[in-house]
């Protein structure tokens, strides 16, 4: 099921360094837990967004691939951390630096994802929006999402092989050493 059309206002909003956004899904992405940081900053209710897929909060101005990597990365039962840009019900955004990690049951059975989000660095913004725009130029001319990422995915994993790193070494060489140290924290 495809988010509702917002139209982005272009407002950026902010949450305090020492706050988390909190959510949880199922193995299909329905939230199942969004914390009161969430709500507050993404401007829905609990009972907006419980049920509701995850991609609610979908900006348009986020490659489709990089979710493409991120849901790969989970499949494979590893965390994975990424720059985000989300959209709140009112059409505004907000920037995140998130860690999704599976979830598992006792029994060691995955139930469904944890995402925990800090405000990112600011310093590497600047970078990742300019590698997300060349994603969403790659992106731009196909009609379907699979189309999209089928096209988009090869240069995220170009760029990956051409400076020999993973996708998480990646990210955490945007920001400054303390940036990705207290992110681990």
Known sequence: MAPPTIRPTGHERTFGKDEIIVS?????????????????????????????????????????????????????????FAYVINLTK??????????????YDEAGTKIGYHSNRRVPDRHALSKVKALYDSLLQIEKPFRTPREAIAASYPAVVDLLKSQNTTYDEFVFSLAGEDAAAEAMS
């Open 90 to 103: 009112h059409g505004d955004h907000y920037w995140v630096f998130a860690h999704v990690t599976p979830s």
């Open 24 to 80: 949880k899904t199922d193995l299909k992405g329905r939230i199942t837990y969004a914390n009161d940081v969430f709500l507050r900053v993404a401007q829905y209710t609990e009972a907006e967004v419980l049920g509701k897929p995850h991609n609610i909060i979908r900006h348009p101005a986020m490659p489709r691939c990089v979710f493409q990597l991120l849901w790969d990365t989970l499949a494979a039962g590893e965390e994975i």
